[in-house]
């Protein structure tokens, strides 16, 4: 596929299913691109797709089926809507730092693609809203979900999560307590983590995690 050169390619593109319940369309929405103007259009379709199929395909349709509704905050952004943002501030990393993550259309510097969709999980924060309540959801998806990694923020426990063709399965919070939950090699990495989620939705889907 082409990149988007009218609106009928646009709307072409946005009726690519990805996943049983998610179309490319869900993640295309950016604040940065909407109020400054910049066509937020994937450079390669292909690998854009390719890559969103696994973010949806591996987790977030098993989270939105064992959780309910997902909320997407923010999605793909293209190299252009994402070095706007960098070098403005917006909340943006560098498109090097930001590839294969936020810019599904371009791999990382070792040549894997990957997939970043920032999503809120209601269930979660409407009955875990106090400090540290982000922590349960984290180990869940741990537990369960072939995650490449995590990143947690501090309104509604919002959390980046990315798919990974080789994933480094990193845990990280901006929300309070910040810093690394886990990393492969720390004490708490292994095992399960059943203990610290008690009263979550069991899983529904099929385990994924290699």
């Known amino acids: ?42 450079d ?35 190299a252009a809507v994402n070095d706007f943002g960098n070098r403005n501030r917006l909340n943006c990393a560098s498109n090097a730092a930001s590839a294969a993550d936020h810019i599904w259309d371009r791999r990382d510097a070792d040549g894997h693609m990957g997939a970043t969709a920032c999503v809120v999980v209601p269930l979660t924060h409407d009955r875990h809203p106090e400090d540290g309540g982000w922590q349960g959801l984290a180990w869940w998806i741990h ?15 919002a959390v980046n999560i990315r798919w990974q063709e080789a994933p480094e399965r990193l845990i990280r919070s901006y929300a309070a307590p910040r810093g690394i939950l886990t990393r492969p090699g720390m004490d708490n990495h292994a095992g399960d983590h059943s203990a610290l989620y008690p009263g979550f939705p069991a899983f529904q889907g099929a385990m994924l995690i290699r």
């Open 1 to 42: 596929m082409r990149r988007p050169g009218s609106m009928k390619a646009l709307e072409a593109l946005g009726r690519v299913r990805l996943s049983e319940n998610f179309f490319f369309r869900d993640f295309l929405h950016s604040e940065i691109a909407d109020f400054y103007r910049i066509p937020n259009l994937p």
């Open 44 to 78: 390669d379709p292909d690998l854009a797709i390719a890559a969103g199929r696994k973010l949806c395909e591996d987790l977030l349709e098993p989270l939105q089926a064992s959780f309910g509704r997902l909320h997407i905050r923010s999605a793909y952004r293209n």
């Open 143 to 157: 537990d369960h979900l072939p995650y490449g990694s995590l990143c947690f923020f501090p309104k509604l426990w």
